[in-house]
């Protein structure tokens, strides 16, 4: 297969969706790549280090004509849609449900659109999730201990403290995939970690994980007023699939915490758990509300590209070779984590729920594919 990567264009974006690494395993496999010139930089990759492993440079025209198919970071823009060629294969966040205009822009090319985030295993989990929600819940800790400085605002706290001033506390709110690598990072540095979740299983997980170092306790209203006086730093990262997150922080919540403490929501790309928090941008992260500083960007893993290229390529490279290997019709019919992925087919609309956004209905995988 022609497997082809173009540079991605959405601003501020540096990530590419393949690594050196995924080069020589494509093209051990028989595959040909061909990557957009300088489409590496924004992660340090530079060209050669691609060239080196026989993948082909080229510009971004070239690219998308060559390919059978595509691997982005980003869904594409409006300036790259004409680009889209009929039965070609675009493997990348989609994220299509909010954007109608973006779901008829990929019918109309008739291309395959599979998006990362619907790309979804038997136990629910979402593969191609995980490493971003990893890099976003260690890098809040980190980001939450800058903004704890009283130069940059804060209630000027060391989070580890010293020997004879107690460390700096930490709530977490929700023990999925971003509160544990939080909590973990945190209890690193040494801070004072509490972590709060509604279901049991997770803090049992969290309890057995850390060897009872974190304290977890079952969320709820009363918990988390407690809880909140005594914070430095609050994170959040609460997660209700397919809905908006559940405000659990209330204003006046808020105003009980404690001047120059700082809220790093991670789940404001959900609309947040903080009824506070809005997003914000990495150019000017942060605001205060009733003294408290609020940290509310929506794509923390920009903050550190090359890390999160790379663990993004690590999950998404077996489904790539699979598709490359097996064709799309044959990869989507073995692997039913990767058929949930399939959002559009050749301008049929696959995945219900981008189909219920357009007030269509979705054609079955099935249906289409034999
Ligand atoms: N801002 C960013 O850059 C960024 C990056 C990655 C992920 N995220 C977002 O972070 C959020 C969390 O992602 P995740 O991968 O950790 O999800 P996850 O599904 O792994 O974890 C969510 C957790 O929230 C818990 N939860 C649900 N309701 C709760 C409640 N009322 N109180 C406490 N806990 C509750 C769930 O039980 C679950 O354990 C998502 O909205 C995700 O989109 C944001």
Redesign the pocket.
Known sequence: MNVGVPREVKPGEQRVALTPAGVRALIAAGHRVTIEAGAGLGSSIRDEEYTRESATTAAADQVWAQADMILKVKEPLPEEYPRMRPGQILFTYLHLAPVPELTRALQAAEVIGIAYETVQRADGSLPL??P??EV??RLAVQEGAFYLAKAHGGRGILLAGVPGVPPGNVVV???????VNAARIALGLGADVSI????LD?LRAVDDLFHGRVITLM?NAFNIDQVLRRADLLIG?????GAR??V?VTKEMVATMKEGAVIVD?????GGSVETIHPTTLLDPTYVVTGVVHYG?????ALVPRTSTFALTNATLPYVLELAGRGVATATRRNAALAKGVNVWRGKLVHPAVAHALGERATPLEAIVD
């Open positions: 999730l995980a971003m929600s976003a819940g709110l929700g023990a999925g995939v971003v509160g709060l979740d509604i279901n997770r969320s990262g609460v997660l209700v699939a997150a559940p659990l991670v789940a404001v790309d959900q960007v929506a794509n923390m893993p």
